[in-house]
């Protein structure tokens, strides 16, 4: 089958490329201009025309995507801005929603072929902010955030802008469905990571042009101080194989997927690099202080798409890996 990927040329995306043409899918990718796909004309040279490239340049316009969802077999949906640093949430939710809405859209009126969509959304849509530690699956919503833009516009915090726009895309994708199910003859796969750490394989220019979790990665290895708090995780290349797997898996339709490795504290990265490196190395030892607030129930992960999650030592030694072939 062919599934068209949007966003095709982020950290995420390119990772989800990859895997379908491993595991024999052809891929259409969607990025916003011809150079943009450039790399991975070149990173994918080796499947000839089994890797395409469609240019959409405004996801947020009607019928954006009209003709890229035309022929293809399934839909994975990752295009959304993610940066913490918006003036005007409309920046943030603007894109994320209209552009879900939009190749949903098309996907109803020009996608013929298509039997399922699977829509990147965010742990950013299940979290609540609390002092209290809290177990969160998939039965939870983040309502909080859009609460907090609503009351505040540009003064919420640049954390709670982006959450907002991940949760008011996800609810969109769900209404969409519910609201168009009998003329759709396709259904819907959400997946849910925290953040996504590992190597990379899309086109960065320099650090400055890191993705927003790469960047804290490198934060954490490279700059003094940096390595305090924590989160949780998921390993790129485990999120790409979630996305072949949602589908590949008929009985992920209609499913809301978190797909979580656990959690870390910047501290235990520092521990898990190869103890060679040249990275900075923090107190090691001391992470196991660090209180977890938040913590994510995978199971549902394991049951529906048989996930199984690589180690933190694995995924530091390919970030490692990564940095050093970069130089
Ligand atoms: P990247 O910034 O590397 O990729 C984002 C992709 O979305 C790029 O292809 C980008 O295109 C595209 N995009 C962003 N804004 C727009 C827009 N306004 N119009 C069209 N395309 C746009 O980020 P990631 O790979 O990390 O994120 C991909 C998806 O995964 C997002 O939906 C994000 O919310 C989600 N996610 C990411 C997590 C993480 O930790 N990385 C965690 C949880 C969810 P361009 O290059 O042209 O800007």
Redesign the pocket.
């Known amino acids: 089958g062919k599934v068209l990927v949007?966003?095709?040329?982020?950290?995420?995306?390119?990772w989800v490329v990859r895997s379908l043409l491993d595991e024999g899918f052809s891929v259409r990718g969607a990025?916003?201009?011809v150079d943009?796909g450039a790399h991975l004309r070149e990173l994918f040279a080796a499947h000839g025309d089994k890797f395409e490239l469609a240019v959409?340049p405004?996801?947020?316009q009607d019928g954006a995507f009209d003709e890229a969802v035309k022929g293809v077999d399934a839909i994975e949906?990752?295009?959304?801005?993610?940066?913490f640093h918006a003036d005007d949430p409309a920046e943030l939710l603007?894109?994320?929603i209209r552009?879900t809405i939009g190749i949903l859209e098309s996907a109803r009126k020009y996608g013929t072929a298509v039997k399922r969509v699977v829509?990147?959304?965010?742990?950013?849509a299940v979290l609540t902010v609390s002092d209290q530690p809290q177990l969160l699956s998939e039965v939870n919503w983040n309502d909080q955030a859009p609460r907090e833009v609503e009351e505040k516009g540009r003064a919420a915090s640049g954390a709670a802008k982006?959450r907002a726009?991940?949760v008011l895309?996800e609810r969109a994708a769900w209404d969409f469905v519910a609201k168009h199910s009998a003329e759709i003859g396709w259904d819907l796969v959400v997946l849910?990571?925290?953040?996504?750490?590992g190597p990379m394989i899309?086109a960065v220019a320099s650090v400055d042009a890191l993705?927003?979790?790469?960047r804290?990665m490198y934060n954490a290895l490279t700059t003094p101080g940096a390595a305090g708090g924590g989160g949780c995780?998921?390993d790129?290349r485990d999120?790409a194989r979630a996305h072949v797997r949602a589908l590949q898996r008929e009985s992920a339709g209609g499913e809301r997927i978190i797909i979580a490795a656990g959690a870390f504290a910047w501290q235990d990265w520092l521990d898990a690099v190869p103890p060679a490196s040249k990275y900075q190395k923090g107190t090691p030892g001391a992470g196991k202080d660090h209180v977890h607030l938040l913590r994510y129930d995978n199971g549902k992960s394991a049951r529906v798409l048989g996930m199984e999650y690589r180690s933190m030592g694995d995924t530091a030694a390919a970030v490692v890996a990564d940095y050093e072939a970069r130089g």
């Open positions: 949007s966003g095709a040329n982020g950290y995420i995306a390119a990025v916003r201009s943009k959409v405004d996801i947020m949906h990752t295009a959304s801005p993610y940066h603007e894109p994320a552009g829509v990147t959304s965010s742990t950013a982006y726009s991940k895309a849910n990571p925290p953040l996504v750490l899309h993705s927003t979790s790469t804290q995780w998921t790129v999120l």
